[in-house]
């Protein structure tokens, strides 16, 4: 361990100051009621800040604001050209705060420090400026129409949208929602996770700085039972997009169903598999990857590479290879820049994870890690885990754990390694290791994932789309597709001959 550096970003801690209010129509507030909630950081337990816990009164105001900005059209019919430059200052501010920000999400959360220095803030700030550059480079249609017609195809803004983001990559998950929503002139009401509000209030102070009107962009941190669904059910909200659990995705459909029908759009869990066959001549690169896929951010990722697709004949070598991984995959302190896997989120993410490997461990052969350590004062911490001769059926192959457990399932040909990956309620990403090219595009044909990663995992930007087939979700986020969540088409139909 670098006790310099751990020392310097604890300094560093030690100075932060959090905003601790909720941010609507261009002012910090409490909550009306007054309650506030404690954030903790899971590496230590202790409290970091409390927080403006909203709640009917404030979400009322937020999305009048919000209206209210929209319909001034100060936001929505400002000049292309003006909003890409307020949002490329607002990325050249996320990228001068850099290090508050990435702080500010490992110690919220507990992921390494080096994850959020190296990706997920100036990973951010770059989704925003993609955004921003796009704003003056998207052109509408028009449409064969006949002679005398002119048939225009345009996009419009939709009005007031609720951003509801998860806590795993805090702000990351904020900037993909809010960055293409308000590249297309919308209002946006961002809810963060309760667990990881101090970021996306930071960015509410660096995107009114950037020039953001006041109103066009708000930000609720409150709990889900309440300020998420205060904003799922609201008659004047026009779109949810929402990361987050499949069991809350679908609860958004149900709120949306029984309030004004808005459009609601949703990247939900996974269970990814990542096939390896035989025919892969990179075992060790296979398995640098395969051990990050699942233990990278403490397998809290969406699209974590949790189900091991092996062939029969290389598993035993492939195991192997993953233990040797695991090895230089050991829980650490978060602020260590060393570290590269932190603390669990909190103590009942801590225990759901431990609840699984107790399951586990009765039904298949628990090979490396299953526990649970104690470090600073924290006992959020779980080693990397690997369960052998595991069957499709079971329910570590079937439920998303959220934490670094990985099951494997070995098969025998081609067609059984296809009916297995494919044997899940998600279908958010895969992974394909094979040499043979006529395989890997078979494969990718019938494989069920928003993303087939092949010879790599995870592999996504800002340019291609993410998002999950099934029940990992509707819609999708990153690229230009992502505009289509948040515009409406409008035909304009003009005849003049
Ligand atoms: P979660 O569903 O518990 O919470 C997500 C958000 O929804 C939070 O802001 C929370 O406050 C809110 N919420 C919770 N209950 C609510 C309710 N009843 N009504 C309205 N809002 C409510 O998820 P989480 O535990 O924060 O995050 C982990 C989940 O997120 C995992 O399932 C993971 O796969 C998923 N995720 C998906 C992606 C993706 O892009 N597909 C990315 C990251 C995380």
Redesign the pocket.
Known sequence: MDRGAVTSWAEQAKKLKFHTQAFIDGKWADAASGKTFDVINPATNKVLAKVAACDKEDVDRAVKAARKAFNSGVWSKRPPGERKAILSKLADLILEHQDELALTDTLDMGKPITLTTTGDIPGSSDTIRWYAEAIDKVYDEIAPAGHGNLAMIRREALGVIGC??????PFQ?AVWKIAPALACGNSVIL?????SPLSALKLAELAAEAGIPAGVFNVLPG???TA??L??RHMDVDCVG????????K??LR?SAESNMKQVWL????KSPNLIFADCDDLEAAADASAFGIWGNQG????ANSRLLVEESIKDKFIALLRERAKGFQPGDPLDPATNMGSIVEAR?TEKIMSYIEKGKAIASLVEGGKRLTLNGSDNFVTPTIFDNVKNNMVIAQE?I?GPVLSVISFKTEEEAVKIANDTIYG?AASIWSNNLKRVHRLTDVIQAGTVSVNCVDAGGNTVP???FKQ??IGR?LSLHAFDKYTNLKTVWVKYG
Do not use: R
């Open positions: 509801v983001v998860p806590w795993n990559y998950m809810k963060p996770a309760e667990q709990f889900g039972e998420g669904e904003i799922g929402f990361t987050g659990s499949t069991e809350v995705g609860y958004f709120y990247e939900c869990g996974g809290e990722v969406c699209s993410q998303e959220f958010l993410f998002g999950g990992s979700g986020d």
